[in-house]
């Protein structure tokens, strides 16, 4: 079973960037599609990105596409999400999850209830 740790949330204004990182440990990285959710306070937890196993393949929610990259490395059991123009609503408690199986990271996206999870980090966004 995985073990996903998440770091780098903060405190950042408006138009400011943040990286977020996601140590797995306790399985075999590369044979898990990886992505990021959050949840917002009120709000139920939204799918905001993805990557497959191999990497080559992405998604992206609608409301970060073109502001947020999803990338990993493999070598290092490590995924990242690179948050730029960041925007007030993009405050939330981000979560890391982990997917085995085949097509990992499709089912990631569509049936999240059996992911594999972090604990969260907090990213707020000030005016």
């Known amino acids: 079973q995985v073990q996903l740790v998440e770091s780098g949330g903060g405190l950042v204004q408006a138009g400011g960037s943040l990286r977020l990182s996601c140590a797995a440990s306790g399985g075999t990285f590369s044979s898990y599609a990886m992505g990021w959710f959050r949840q917002a306070p009120g709000k139920e937890r939204e799918f905001v990105a993805s990557i497959a196993r191999g990497g080559a393949n992405t998604h992206y929610a609608n409301s970060v596409k073109g502001r947020f990259t999803i990338s990993r490395d493999n070598a290092k059991n490590t995924v990242y999400l690179q948050m730029n123009s960041l925007k007030t609503e993009d405050t939330a408690l981000y979560y890391c999850?982990?997917?085995?199986?085949?097509?990992?990271?499709?089912?990631?996206?569509?049936?999240?209830?059996?992911?594999?999870w972090g604990q969260g980090t907090q990213v707020t966004v000030s005016s």
């Open positions: 999850a982990a997917r085995g199986g085949p097509a990992s990271e499709l089912y990631l996206r569509i049936e999240p209830s059996d992911n594999y």
